[in-house]
């Protein structure tokens, strides 16, 4: 039992589950959650693929590895108990060539290695069984990687928190933290007159969790890098071309997964997301550049190193950026008769991608404690998957609640 009080700056699927974790381990706590937006989940938890990731692709051992099969589990439940909708639809990773299907073998070794459930591989022929319209010359199938809306779960999650007692205080941007004889003062950048000094808190702030931890005295690195990713929607008149999800093999060199059919779990079919700087952290319209931003990547050596290596990759991607034909191409390769579908633009996403000064991107979560402050520095895909097991680990295991 703790009577102490927590702050969570960030009400995004990752700050809502820590809120929520702490009620639940901790029914009489305090708890109180800062959003700088007029809603919850605004920003990545609300522009995303929507899928559950079972653990194919990640380094066994890993914090991403473990959380997400966790987290795929507890998303699972959670939807069951709360009746949001969730789609079991399964997932196909499709190999075009001989290259591509060791790499592919070597996802499945991770996959197996990470107990992801009823993963087998596919010989070319019993593809379409699966999805009677790709084509490949073999493929990893996940039939449990399922589709939900984490914009709907957070909103799901937001509601349990006022229930249980806490509070969700929005349009409230946390400037800085500042940590004095084990109390925590929180700063904002207007004058309102919350409750500002705190036992502990754990910052969740997303696309600008890198600012928030330097301003409050944690290591300037590494840094949000923020990438867009931009959806299609394709004419309804052929969503059901695609029965679930299609993916690439993904290329080792680039972090991203490739341009891939994603159904939503309201029934309409997309193509995307490829992966490309973006010039503005929360710049979604791709219109509203941002000049701070903007600066922030172009002063940073890593940016730079990260550049000059992976030039080729950043063509490929900058050839969807250029032309929807390109974009509907890239897919096209794994469902021929999509070559033609006409698609309109989708919301982007934005990933808060963490970047070190050497240049390369940090695969694994980043999970950084400072004094009685917790900073989530790096949840990329798959966050929203494991983020109610990202709670449960911060909770009981980075957090000490003296
Ligand atoms: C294109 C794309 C596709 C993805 N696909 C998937 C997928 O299919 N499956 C999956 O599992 N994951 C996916 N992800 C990753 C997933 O969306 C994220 O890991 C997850 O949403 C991160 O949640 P979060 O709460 O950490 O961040 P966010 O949702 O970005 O929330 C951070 C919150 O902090 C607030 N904030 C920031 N600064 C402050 C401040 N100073 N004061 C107060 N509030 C502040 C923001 O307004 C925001 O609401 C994808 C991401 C992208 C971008």
């Not at 060791?102 to 379409?128: G, H, M, T, W």
């Amino acid at each position: 039992m703790t009577n102490k009080h927590y702050a969570i700056i960030g009400g995004g699927i990752n700050g809502l589950s820590v809120a929520r974790q702490l009620l639940l381990d901790f029914p009489d706590a305090k708890v109180t959650v800062f959003e700088k937006e007029n809603s919850v989940a605004m920003h990545q938890s609300s522009h995303n693929s929507g899928v559950v990731h079972a653990g194919l692709y990640y380094e066994p051992g890993g914090l991403k590895a473990r959380l997400c099969r966790r987290g795929a589990e507890l998303v699972y439940k959670f939807c069951l108990e709360n009746e949001v909708a969730y789609d079991e639809c399964g997932k196909v990773v499709v190999a075009l060539s001989k290259e591509e299907e060791i790499r592919l073998n070597a996802i499945y070794q991770k996959s197996v290695a990470n107990q992801v459930p009823d993963v087998r591989i596919l010989e070319a022929s019993e593809i379409q069984d699966i999805e009677p319209n790709c084509i490949g010359t073999s493929a990893l199938y996940s039939p449990r990687t399922a589709i939900v809306s984490y914009g709907d779960i957070a909103k799901k999650i937001a509601e349990e928190i006022k229930r249980k007692g806490g509070s969700i205080i929005l349009g409230q941007k946390v400037t800085h933290l500042t940590e004095r004889f084990n109390k925590i003062t929180v700063h904002f950048d207007n004058n309102e007159h919350h409750s500002t000094v705190f036992d502990y808190v754990v910052t969740c702030a997303g696309l600008q969790s890198d600012r928030l931890a330097a301003s409050s005295g944690d290591i300037e690195t590494p840094k949000i890098v923020p990438f867009f990713g931009q959806y299609y929607v394709i004419d309804e008149n052929f969503k059901n071309y695609v029965r679930g999800l299609i993916y690439p093999v993904p290329d080792p060199k680039y972090p991203f997964l490739g341009v891939h059919f994603t159904k939503r779990i309201d029934g309409q079919m997309t193509i995307g997301p490829n992966a490309f700087i973006s010039f503005g952290r929360e710049n979604y319209s791709g219109k509203k550049i941002n000049i701070s931003d903007i600066y922030d990547f172009l002063t940073y050596k890593g940016f730079w190193k990260f550049s000059s290596k992976n030039m080729p990759a950043a063509m490929r991607e900058l050839r969807t950026v250029l032309s929807q034909t390109n974009f509907v191409s890239e897919a096209a390769k794994y469902v021929p008769s999509l070559a033609n579908v006409s698609v309109i633009p989708a919301t982007r996403g934005i990933r808060a991608q963490a970047m070190e000064s050497d240049g390369s991107l940090v695969d694994d979560f980043v999970i950084r404690k400072q004094g009685n402050i917790t900073h989530i520095r790096n949840a990329p895909s798959p966050g929203a998957t494991s983020s109610l097991a990202i709670a449960e680990y911060i909770v009981r295991e980075v957090m000490s609640h003296g």
